[in-house]
């Protein structure tokens, strides 16, 4: 990719070949008709009706719990983001596409409660959102995920949120009623605190200054907060854990974690063009690095490493955050879930006789 041709705003900066796809449209030559395929067109949107909204997780390095995604694709646009690879289910991209082609989940809510109202529902903490951000710039207009926490008080049940976003900040009033419960958990991921790498990294994100200050306003308020020094990138951002930790316990912060990037699928290539292009100085040094975590490869599904690699660069970020963690947040930890106050309205009638 050019420089010139660099699509501002935007993370990825093409769409690989969709695998599930047996045609598509692409761009055989640089100039003439095909031209118009290589703009960077307006984010669209398209509705869906699930039947379907909380998914189980089974994953044994990621805990016991439920999934729940209003939103399919983000427009946040983070280079590295795992969720771009099931944008392809779709028959959408993993690269320009997932930035651009948004799915809304209309009827979350209504779906939500439903399946809460199953005989056999077994109470566990609700991520919201595991794929990819329920506060992404949409949701300021759809107020889904609005919805969806107020159907959580309703039923009292735990969830446990991640995002980049501030727009949180506009749901205080609800995350402080279930915090009173214990049954919310907030993440705030904070990848880099220098700007002009997130901006090219994490083209439509909050800065690192307005997440930092959604975890001051949300600790204040006495939720517990736990920041994701994640992914943390090796070469480009693996120099950063200790800054990022002492500024989240600065800000109130209840814990912090870390995961080490990895670029299964299609993300490798859209990651590696992308790295070229917006960083060509570091590109060999940050893919090599990336690679020496994961047995050589830059992807990896291996339960157990995927999430901490394995290696050199991967055991020198582990101690780099063991150190920075026991340093700035000593005897600090999330507050536990409370599961005792989960009532479905059934059970709300039941009591009144």
Known sequence: MKSEEYLKGRGAQYNPANPYLKQEYVAEHIEGLDEPMLSNSKTQFFKEHPKKIVNKVDSPDLGLGYSLNPYQGCEHGCIYCYARNTHQYWGYGAGLDFERKIIIKENAPEVLAQQLENQNWKVMPIMLAGNTDCYQPIEAKKLLTRRILEVLLQYRHPVSIITKNALILRDLDLLQELSKLDLVHVNISITTLEEKVRQKLEPRTASAAKRLEV?????????????????????????????????????????????????????????????????????????????????????????????????QFAETIAKLFRISRQKFMPNRQMRPYNYNHFCTKAGKQLGLF
């Open 215 to 311: 975890v001051r306003q949300l600790s204040t308020a006495g939720l517990p907060v736990n920041v994701m020094v994640a992914p943390v990138i090796p070469g480009l951002t693996d120099s950063e854990v200790p800054a990022i930790i002492k500024a989240a316990a600065e800000a109130g912060a209840s814990n912090a974690a870390y995961n080490i990037v990895r670029l299964n699928g299609n993300i490798g290539p859209v990651f590696e063009d992308w790295i070229k292009e917006a960083f060509p100085d570091r590109a060999e040094k940050v893919l090599k690095q990336i690679a020496d975590c994961h047995g050589g490869q830059l992807n990896d599904s291996r339960f157990g490493t995927r999430m901490r690699g394995e290696g």
